[in-house]
Each structure stands twice: as C-alpha cells, then as structure tokens.
C-alpha cells in the first residue's frame, strides 16, 4: 500500500523558516517526479515545487522561486521542501504528491500524480 506522510508544519512568524519533509512508501521511489502543492480553503490545489526523479531538474512556483527549496534523499524515500522567509500568504494545507510524470507542464498538474499524501498544516502569521 503507498503512503506519503508530510511532516514539519507549524505555526511560524512572517520571515521564520519551516522544513517539510514526506516520507513515501512507493516502489521504485527514486524513478517517481516528487512535487508539493499547497491548497486554501476555498482555492484549488496549486503547485508549490517539484523535483525530477534523477533530483537534477526543479520547478518552482513563481511566488515562491528563490525562497523554496525542494530537494530528495532517494535513499531514504525522502522529499523536502526548505521554506525560507516565510509569508502570510504561504499560509496553507501543504501536500505531497508523488508520480511517473517528467517535465513541464505536466509536472506542475496536481492531476497528472498518483499518489498523495495527508497534508501538513502551514501558518505564517504576520
């Protein structure tokens, strides 16, 4: 059975850092794209960061590009994702996604991964 778990939220101040990490049970780990998405109530599901599954190629959000950082540790069937100068607006359910897709645009489609996790609360107060 596959299972992503996110771990690492919190509540932070505004300019605070948070490391989220996602342990995933899949098979074959290291041949999965690895992603994180953040999701309000109330919005749809956007991509946050995403990471290749040779770790060489990222993607970025915009609103996040510089401050984020993804990163993965094949051997230990770990993604991160280092948040730096955190803001209000990072505010958010944070989750794990995991699948087959490479490159863009697909990499940044929550529905192009097969696999999710349960979602880490981030609030960033100001």
């Known amino acids: 059975q596959v299972q992503l778990v996110e771990a690492g939220g919190g509540l932070v101040q505004a300019g605070d850092s948070l490391r989220l990490s996602c342990l995933a049970s899949?098979?074959?780990?290291?041949?999965?794209?690895m992603a994180w998405f953040r999701q309000v109530p109330g919005k749809e599901r956007e991509f946050v960061a995403g990471?290749?599954?040779?770790?060489?190629?990222?993607y970025y959000a915009d609103s996040v590009k510089g401050r984020f950082t993804i990163s993965r540790d094949n051997a230990k069937n770990t993604v991160f994702l280092q948040m730096n100068s955190l803001k209000p607006e990072d505010t958010a359910v944070y989750y794990c996604?995991?699948?087959?897709?490479?490159?863009?645009?697909?990499?940044?489609?929550?529905?192009?991964?097969?696999?999710w996790g349960q979602g880490t609360q981030v609030t960033v107060s100001s």
């Open positions: 990471i290749g599954w040779r770790g060489g190629v990222t």
């Open positions: 996604a995991g699948g087959t897709s490479t490159g863009v645009p697909a990499m940044k489609i929550a529905k192009t991964y097969s696999f």
């Open positions: 899949i098979h074959n780990f290291r041949l999965h794209s």
